[in-house]
T-cell receptor
Framework: DTEVTQTPKHLVMGMTNKKSLKCEQHMGHRAMYWYKQKAKKPPELMFVYSYEKLSINESVPSRFSPECPNSSLLNLHLHALQPEDSALYLC???????????????FGDGTRLSIL | AQKITQTQPGMFVQEKEAVTLDCTYDTSDPSYGLFWYKQPSSGEMIFLIY??????QNATEGRYSLNFQKARKSANLVISASQLGDSAMYFCAMREGRRNTPLVFGKGTRLSVIA
């Protein structure tokens, strides 16, 4: 079992639907991340939150909207997605700076998203 | 710009044998961290081992060890006594010494352990 919990594990939605992915961690980490991973590819960074504030947005389309309600929770709101958005969405957390480079990111099991 | 290169798309190893997965990196930052992650077919990313740029000794974690050759900018993962459960994708990743620099991943190596 991972210490980062993602729900749901699987999601199928139409292009007009609105849904949300949820991520929760209770390790006291103050940095949280969303990644998108296509099959047979490495994870691609989407967003970074540090101390509940958005610090990095890797030019992600506005149909993806992140939210960090508190230090333990991270959401990804989805609206009007395209079929090419079908992928594994991974959440991760880590100790934030200045605790050093050696703090690994801990990943959740991911949400497998399919857009019809 | 930082860059991670994994040149082996796929590797096969006999059960109980050792295997080395290659990783080279490129950065101009003298302070950086190198990580290896395992991703089984189920999808979760499992942290395996870490090596810091200033670490004097190669990192080891159980059956995993990291062959760190700083001058050659390589950080190869060595798995000893391979097990069937080691079959997975393995990603090398790096962070530079800046605040909250996110991980940059290599393309990965798919390891298959044969009985």
């Amino acid at each position: 079992d991972t210490e980062v919990t993602q729900t749901p594990k699987h999601l199928v939605m139409g292009m007009t639907n609105k849904k949300s992915l949820k991520c929760e961690q209770h390790m006291g980490h103050r940095a949280m991340y969303w990644y998108k991973q296509k099959a047979k590819k490495p994870p691609e960074l989407m967003f970074v939150y540090s101390y509940e504030k958005l610090s990095i947005n890797e030019s992600v389309p506005s149909r993806f909207s992140p939210e960090c309600p508190n230090s333990s929770l991270l959401n990804l709101h989805l609206h009007a997605l395209q079929p090419e958005d079908s992928a594994l969405y991974l959440c991760a957390s880590s100790q934030s700076a200045p605790r050093g480079l050696g703090q690994p990111q801990h990943f959740g099991d991911g949400t497998r998203l399919s857009i019809l | 710009a930082q860059k991670i290169t994994q040149t082996q798309p796929g590797m096969f190893v006999q059960e109980k044998e050792a295997v080395t997965l290659d990783c080279t990196y490129d950065t101009s930052d003298p302070s950086y961290g190198l990580f290896w992650y395992k991703q089984p077919s189920s999808g979760e990313m499992i942290f395996l081992i870490y090596q810091g740029s200033y670490d004097q000794q190669n990192a080891t974690e159980g059956r995993y060890s990291l062959n760190f050759q700083k001058a050659r900018k390589s950080a190869n993962l060595v798995i000893s006594a391979s097990q069937l459960g080691d079959s997975a994708m393995y990603f090398c990743a790096m962070r530079e010494g800046r605040r909250n620099t996110p991980l940059v991943f290599g393309k990965g190596t798919r390891l298959s352990v044969i009985a």
